[in-house]
């Protein structure tokens, strides 16, 4: 069972464009979101983080969008560079046991 | 910064063999967990501990096992290794769940089971 869901698998856009990643989930008590950020040869490392009382969370160019009622949420990164092409995972924590359950991830690449 | 260091960085096993992956981190977090990724699942959590002594099993622990002797090293353990098996393994540390909230990643280790 798939708790959480993103897309798309993969995504290309050019330089300088808005980048949409979008993230949904099935439990309603989850109530933390981060967004890691993975490059080929590494680990994944924290990005952006939102909590469930909020409903965005700005980073510089990179904005989380949370739709609670919904249980969806998506990741925009504006003025797209090439240096932003990396894989990028939604994760939702569950709380009971103090751990991060991660989606299949969204691959980005940012023509130049 | 902290620092979660993985050995060996590429392992290439016969199956049946068993194969051993260490973790160290300095980061003095009381939390360590072990990933698997493989193209189309993401991350997906085999074992976590809560501190030395701990091991707790994840989402797919079937054909893993876990050791935690102290707070710095946490290794996993595949007593009798199979193709399937074959993937990229990643361990974290990080207190999520209280003030932190934040996963620190090593850089993997790429097992091969032929």
């Known amino acids: 069972q798939q708790q959480v869901r993103q897309s798309p698998q993969s995504l290309t856009v050019w330089e300088g464009e808005t980048a949409i990643l979008n993230c949904s989930y099935e439990d309603s008590t989850f109530n933390y979101f981060p967004w890691y950020q993975q490059f080929p040869g590494e680990g994944p490392a924290l990005l952006i983080s939102i909590r469930s009382v909020s409903d965005k969370k700005e980073d510089g160019r990179f904005t989380i969008f949370f739709n609670k009622r919904e249980k969806k949420l998506s990741l925009h990164i504006t003025d797209s560079q090439p240096g932003d092409s990396a894989t990028y995972f939604c994760a939702v924590l569950s709380g009971s046991f103090n751990k991060l359950t991660f989606g299949a991830g969204t691959r980005l690449a940012v023509c130049p | 910064e902290a620092a979660v260091t993985q050995s060996p960085r590429n392992k290439v096993a016969v199956t049946g063999g068993k194969v051993t992956l260490s973790c160290n981190q300095t980061?003095?977090?009381?939390?360590m967990y072990w990933y698997r990724q493989d193209t189309g699942h993401g991350l997906r959590l085999i074992h976590y501990?809560?501190?030395?002594?701990?091991?707790e099993k994840g989402d797919i622990p079937d054909g893993y096992k876990a050791s935690r002797p102290s707070q710095e090293n946490f290794s996993l353990i595949l007593e009798l290794a199979t193709p399937s098996q074959t993937s990229v393994y990643f361990c974290a540390s990080g207190d999520v769940g209280g003030s932190a909230e934040t996963l620190y990643f090593g850089s993997g280790t790429r097992l091969t089971v032929l």
């Open positions: 980061n003095n977090h009381n939390n």
């Open positions: 501990s809560y501190g030395a002594g701990s091991t």
